[in-house]
């Protein structure tokens, strides 16, 4: 028996771990304390803290070994893209971030934590009972860690695309104190609510519009009038042709590419056994659909090189179509600094299933896992609403006002889980923890901007190949 963030936690023969409901957990006001308590062995204003250190790795060499296992082709567009931009280059490295921070004072307080919670990772997509909601959106990474990882990583990118679009200095750290504000008062307002209701708080794009300010709001709902057209039925004439009767996926090399029949094969059949993950409602409903094609297809910028398909599935009637996304799951860059050599689940896709549904209020019902080969997956819909703030050329206004909801949405994510109480009790009503990451902030910016050039300077040395306009 163990105690984690306050609960009482039991265990399994197989070390799994859950809770009893016979052992009563400490007093939400007992947690409090204890986080209170933490500051004198973690100073808020440590939180500050970014001294890179002469032993720092070299943020290159961790990239190219971060390519291993990756589809040797595609590696030079994931370079491509990241040596776009200082931001590009951050949202491709969470390895590095998560090396850098995992060395840094940490409260001890473990929630699940998305991992990759930069300013990109949030954004829209449908509940199941299609509305159009706004959240955490990737979860690759995500994994049981410090808070203080994911806040730091989250506030760092904000800096960095501040500066890459046309904000100032001051509007940068403007930004970055109103998202660690919204952080803090969002997990104060959580700690307070009962544990159940915790887990129904979530945050409608449609409430978001007309409650946020006027430039902000423009941006809301341009976004979302995009993504309220990114549906399955409206995808097919972009990403499929009848041939010979039957509809298939439209090849764009090297982006999106037909598979070999052995492999397209393998898949058919990893797609049966995900049949099995999905809640059995769910499972009666995917089962009355057809699997029509199957492709390879470059996502994201981190993901680039990992397997990533894409099925068309086509129901009843010509029109009636779903696309499922198979995407490549590997050990969470944060599961060393939390584990070592050993890891909490044995499929990934698993893991990552599991921990977005704790991090997001509603997910995606078709999520699933499963294997092709010795290569595990997770699935969910490729074309369902989705869709997020554009952040190239955002008005500062607009970038402080929605660093204000992405702070909001993190801690909300955070409170789902556990830690709540302790995190509210360290961070406080003040604003130490704003300036200190503020600061934080700053200085991460500046060494993102310098390991990109590193990046660009290894490029044009020959050392890694690359392929820009991807």
């Known amino acids: 028996m163990t105690r984690a963030s306050g609960h009482t936690v039991l265990a399994d023969a197989d070390g799994t771990a859950y809770a009893s409901l016979r052992q009563r957990p400490v007093a939400r006001a007992e947690r409090m304390a204890m986080g209170k308590a933490l500051r004198k062995r973690v100073p808020r204003s440590s939180l500050a803290v970014w001294d890179p250190g002469p032993d720092r790795p070299d943020p290159v060499a961790q990239i190219i070994e971060s390519h291993v296992g990756r589809v040797e082709s595609?590696?030079?567009i994931r370079v491509g893209r990241m040596t776009a931009s200082p931001y590009g280059f951050l949202r491709g490295s969470a390895v590095v971030m998560a090396d850098d921070v995992a060395g840094l004072p940490r409260t001890g307080i473990t929630p699940v934590v998305c991992g990759d919670a930069h300013l990109g990772n949030f954004g829209f997509y449908a509940s199941p009972e299609r509305d159009l909601v706004i959240?955490?959106?990737?979860?690759?990474?995500?994994?049981?860690?410090?808070?203080?990882?994911?806040?730091?990583?989250?506030?760092?990118?904000?800096?960095?695309?501040?500066?890459?679009?046309?904000?100032?200095?001051?509007?940068?750290?403007?930004a970055v104190r109103t998202c660690v504000a919204a952080y803090r008062d969002e997990v104060r307002f959580l700690a307070r609510k009962p544990l159940l209701s915790r887990s129904y708080e979530r945050l409608d794009v449609d409430r978001l519009a007309e409650e946020s300010p006027r430039a902000l709001r423009a941006e809301i709902v341009r976004a979302a009038r995009r993504a309220r057209r990114r549906t399955g039925d409206r995808a097919l004439p972009r990403f499929t042709e009848e041939v010979a009767g039957?509809?298939?996926?439209?090849?764009?090399?090297?982006?999106?590419?037909?598979?070999?029949?052995?492999e397209a094969d393998l898949v058919g059949a990893a797609l049966d056994d995900y049949l099995q993950t999905l809640a059995p409602h769910w499972r009666r409903v995917l089962g009355g659909y057809t699997l029509?094609?199957?492709?390879?297809?470059?996502?994201?910028v981190g993901s680039v090189g990992l397997r990533a398909y894409v099925a068309l599935l086509e129901g009843s009637a010509p029109d009636d179509v779903v696309f499922l996304q198979l995407k490549q799951a590997?050990?969470?860059?944060?599961?060393?600094?939390?584990?070592?050599?050993?890891?909490l689940h044995a499929h990934q896709g698993q893991r990552v299933v599991e921990y977005q549904q704790a991090l997001q209020t509603v997910s995606d019902p078709l999520l699933?896992?499963?294997?092709v080969g010795?290569?595990?997956?997770?699935?969910?819909?490729?074309?369902?609403?989705?869709?997020?703030?554009?952040?190239?050329g955002i008005h500062p206004a607009a970038l402080v006002d929605y660093s204000g909801v992405v702070g909001h949405l993190l801690a909300k994510g955070h409170a789902r889980t556990s830690?709540?109480?302790?995190?509210s009790g360290y961070v406080g009503r003040g604003d130490n923890v704003d300036r200190a990451l503020s600061a934080f902030a700053r200085r991460y910016a500046d060494q993102t901007e310098a390991d990109h050039a590193a990046l660009v300077d290894a490029v044009r040395r020959g050392k890694l190949a690359c392929e820009p306009g991807y």
């Open 74 to 76: 595609l590696v030079p």
């Open 135 to 174: 959240d955490l959106n990737d979860f690759d990474e995500a994994h049981p860690g410090a808070w203080e990882w994911d806040l730091r990583r989250l506030v760092a990118s904000i800096w960095v695309a501040g500066r890459h679009g046309s904000a100032s200095e001051d509007q940068c750290a403007d």
């Open 246 to 262: 039957t509809r298939r996926l439209v090849e764009e090399p090297p982006l999106m590419t037909r598979l070999p029949d052995a």
């Open 292 to 300: 029509l094609d199957v492709g390879h297809k470059v996502v994201g």
């Open 330 to 343: 590997r050990r969470s860059v944060l599961a060393r600094h939390v584990h070592g050599d050993s890891a």
């Open 368 to 371: 699933g896992w499963t294997s």
């Open 374 to 392: 010795d290569m595990q997956f997770y699935v969910r819909q490729f074309r369902d609403m989705k869709g997020s703030i554009e952040l190239e």
């Open 419 to 423: 830690g709540a109480s302790m995190i």
